[in-house]
Each structure stands twice: as structure tokens, then as C-alpha cells.
């Protein structure tokens, strides 16, 4: 089925172990978009990109880096993983006016 | 297949208007129903919903679940022009996983 796939759906990692979250959308939309969800909050944007090749931060970028080397694919990665990044984390996509499409979420957890 | 939809896909009213945005669900293992506003980037929390029949109020806005109809409100009165926005439900099961509607764009004109 058309739609974002984000993968892995649960992980544990320990405090300073790096990881990349995948994100693939098929439906050829050029806006991508990654926000985490913290238990009690909304969204908050970490990064977006509008076309392959450009990426931008959004609200709460520190800790995190994206990019966009194709249409389909916008991993972000973890670098030295911290407690506070513990949260889910959502991947979206969107074309022009139409509706948003999210991934089902990744779940994680920094001990 | 879980899924969420939300209808009408888009709206437009005057402002004072009231308008009712509809989300239903087929979500397995239900846990909790959320709605946001969309603005600019990120969405902003209004309501979580777990229980049926209760509605919850935030100054103009208020929303109501049904979990026998599998479905939701959000209402909106006297609108205003800071009201146009995209308005996302999301439904999340026992699981973790959670489930977003495409969205409703409302649009409030003077």
C-alpha cells in the first residue's frame, strides 16, 4: 500500500550509540518531515525537507542530522544517543495543499 | 487495515461560523484518539480523547468521542480568521502505533 514506511518500529539504544531512523514514502511528495512526540505534547518538528537535496531544522534540530539524497528516503540519524531523545518519533510527507501522510511511528528509548 | 479518515478534506466558512470536523477510525486495540492544529510546521495539541460520551472544551473548541460509531468531533464556533489551519486526528492503539488522517483545511475568511 502507498504510504510512509518508517523503520524500526521499537528500539532501545544505550546513552552515546548512534542509530539512523528510516523513512520512505512512494507516493513521489516532495515535502518530508520528521517530529517527535514527547508523552503530554504535540509535534515537534526536528527537520523537514521540500525536494530531494534540501533539508532545513525545524524546532528542536540539536542532536539530530537528515538528509534527502533522493525523493523517496529521509533517514534521520542519531549521533551520540541522549535520555532527553527519548520519545516517538514520527515521519510525514505531503504534496501542495493535499493532506498529510504520516508514518505509524518509531518508538525509542535511550537508557 | 488500521486507518484513520477525517471529512470534509477541506473548508471554507465566514468568520463566526461554526463548523464540525469529522474523524473516523478503524484502528485495532484502540487506545486514545488525538486532535491537532497545523499552522505553519509542527502541529499543535488541542485534545486527547480515551473515553466515550465525555466531551472536552477548550474556550471555542470542543471535542466528543463514540467508540461504539468509532468515531469523532471536533467543534469550533464563532470562528475566526486564526483558526485557518489543517486540523489532523490520530488515533494510537494499545501498541504504541499510531494512525493519522490526511487532514482537514479549514480556511476562515473575513
Known amino acids: 500500500n502507498a504510504g510512509v514506511t518508517q523503520t524500526p518500529k521499537f528500539r532501545i539504544l544505550k546513552i552515546g550509540q548512534s542509530m539512523t531512523l528510516q523513512c520512505a514514502q512512494d507516493m513521489n511528495h516532495n515535502y518530508m518531515y520528521w517530529y517527535r512526540q514527547d508523552p503530554g505534547m504535540g509535534l515537534k518538528l526536528i527537520y523537514y525537507s521540500v525536494g530531494a537535496g534540501i533539508t532545513d531544522k525545524g524546532e528542536v534540530p540539536n542532536g539530530y542530522n537528515v538528509s534527502r539524497s533522493t525523493t523517496e528516503d529521509f533517514p534521520l540519524r542519531l549521533e551520540l544517543a541522549a535520555p532527553s531523545q527519548t520519545s516517538v518519533y514520527f515521519c510525514?510527507?505531503?504534496?501542495?495543499?493535499?493532506?498529510?501522510?504520516f508514518g505509524s511511528g518509531t518508538r525509542l528509548t535511550v537508557v | 487495515e488500521d486507518k484513520v479518515v477525517q471529512s470534509p478534506l477541506s473548508l471554507v466558512v465566514h468568520e463566526g461560523d461554526t463548523v464540525t470536523l469529522n474523524c473516523s477510525y478503524e484502528?485495532?486495540?484502540?487506545?486514545?484518539l488525538l486532535w491537532y492544529k497545523q499552522e505553519k510546521k509542527a502541529p499543535t495539541f488541542l485534545f486527547m480523547l480515551?473515553?466515550?460520551?465525555i466531551e472536552k472544551k477548550s474556550g471555542r473548541l470542543s471535542s466528543i468521542l463514540d467508540k461504539k460509531e468509532l468515531f469523532s468531533i471536533l467543534n469550533i464556533t464563532a470562528t475566526q480568521t486564526g483558526d485557518s489551519a489543517v486540523y489532523l486526528c490520530?488515533?494510537?492503539?494499545?501498541?504504541?502505533?499510531?494512525?493519522f488522517g490526511t487532514g482537514t483545511s479549514l480556511t476562515v475568511i473575513p
Open positions: 480515551t473515553s466515550s460520551g
Open positions: 484502528v485495532t486495540n484502540f487506545r486514545s
Open positions: 510525514a510527507s505531503r504534496q501542495g495543499d493535499r493532506g498529510y501522510t
Open positions: 490520530a488515533v494510537s492503539n494499545t501498541g504504541n502505533q499510531f494512525y
